[in-house]
């Protein structure tokens, strides 16, 4: 085996996913954070994929619109240094478009990145898949104790309203009796 096919990126899971964003209801990694990986400029990056555009359709690749990246940017917490990378609205990759960036960056490094993310994105899919049906159990679970909370507090309004008539049942025996009494022979 050569050994290009047997180095490994020294690449811990954690930096991986915590890359990994919710956008549109689907999982992506921004262009910065994939650039940062790959080790070239953001607008190296961005000329690849603008030169390559046909390979990179809706479903691989889409740039955030204004409003998204304004929301986005709120949303996490950077560092002022760190938002300096973030002045122009960034291409979000899906999954499908993560690999899809090694046919137009050619560098070993990028695929080894690229097997790398998707082994990670594989990875996230199996754990998911893996407890899917405890999530679903769960659900099952809440859909039949849904409603319970009122029932129980009904019932405790029902012994209280319980107590009260014996309370006040006890305190009509107890009261002192006026009037006449007859005396017993």
């Known amino acids: ?4 096919r ?4 020294m690449l811990p899971d954690e930096v991986i996913i915590s890359k990994i964003y919710f956008i549109r209801g ?15 400029e953001t607008k190296r990056l961005k ?11 809706e479903d691989f690749m889409f ?18 240094s760190e938002t300096m990378g973030l002045r122009h609205v960034p291409f979000c990759f899906t999954n499908l478009g993560v690999p899809q960036l090694s046919t137009v960056l050619r560098s ?18 199996e754990i998911i898949l893996a407890h899917k049906e405890l999530f679903f159990k769960l659900k099952e679970l ?5 409603g319970h909370d009122d029932q129980i507090m009904l019932i405790f309004e029902y012994l209280k309203q319980l107590e009260e008539t014996k309370q006040e049942e006890l305190e009509f ?10 005396q017993e022979e």
């Open 47 to 57: 000329e690849a994929v603008r030169r390559n555009i046909v390979r990179f359709p």
């Open 63 to 80: 740039e955030m619109t204004k409003e998204e990246f304004q929301d986005w940017r709120s949303q996490i917490a950077t560092s002022n």
């Open 142 to 146: 809440e859909k039949k104790f849904e």
């Open 6 to 9: 047997d180095e490994k990126i």
């Open 1 to 4: 085996m050569s050994k290009n």
């Open 26 to 40: 689907q999982k992506v990694m921004i262009d910065r954070d994939l650039a940062e990986l790959y080790e070239v």
């Open 173 to 182: 025996r107890n009261r002192k009796k006026i009037g006449f009494k007859r």
């Open 108 to 125: 070993q490094r990028a695929i080894m990145v690229n097997l790398h993310i998707m082994r990670v994105f594989n990875k996230m899919q």
